[in-house]
């Protein structure tokens, strides 16, 4: 199992960027994907999830309007799409995978998950 973080890197204030997240080993179409974040000294926070059943998503309200995610289940794939970015947005973004049982409404917790990816670093400069 794997799940394979790209799209990092460094952008200005206002700038946007383009998470991905690669998934192989299970059976991608039947997750819950999430994205994560953790910047330093802070508590991880998580920014949004998408559904396996309908492709519904959900949004921290520190990004809601300027972050989408979307699935591509025939790549396996989940994309974050970060504009506006703040410097506050600043931190190691993860993807993290639970296979959906019940009807998500929220974010879970990041003790909820089965898989996670390593990481990739987005640093927004003011």
């Known amino acids: 199992v794997q799940l394979v973080e790209s799209g990092g890197g460094l952008v200005q204030q206002g700038g946007s960027l383009r998470l991905s997240c690669a998934a192989s080993?299970?059976?991608?179409?039947?997750?819950?994907i999430a994205w994560f974040r953790q910047a330093p000294g802070k508590e991880r926070e998580g920014v949004s999830c998408?559904?396996?059943?309908?492709?519904?998503?959900i949004y921290a309200d520190s990004v809601k309007g300027r972050f989408t995610i979307s699935r591509d289940n025939a790549k396996n794939t989940v994309y974050l799409q970060m504009n506006n970015l703040k410097p506050e947005d600043t931190a190691v973004y993860y993807c993290?995978?639970?296979?959906?049982?019940?009807?998500?409404?929220?974010?879970?917790?990041?003790?909820?998950?089965?898989?996670w990816g390593q990481g990739t670093q987005v640093t927004v400069s003011s």
């Open positions: 993290a995978a639970v296979r959906e049982i019940h009807r998500i409404l929220v974010i879970p917790s990041g003790h909820a998950y089965d898989y």
């Open positions: 998408i559904t396996a059943r309908d492709g519904n998503a």
């Open positions: 080993g299970f059976i991608f179409s039947d997750y819950v």
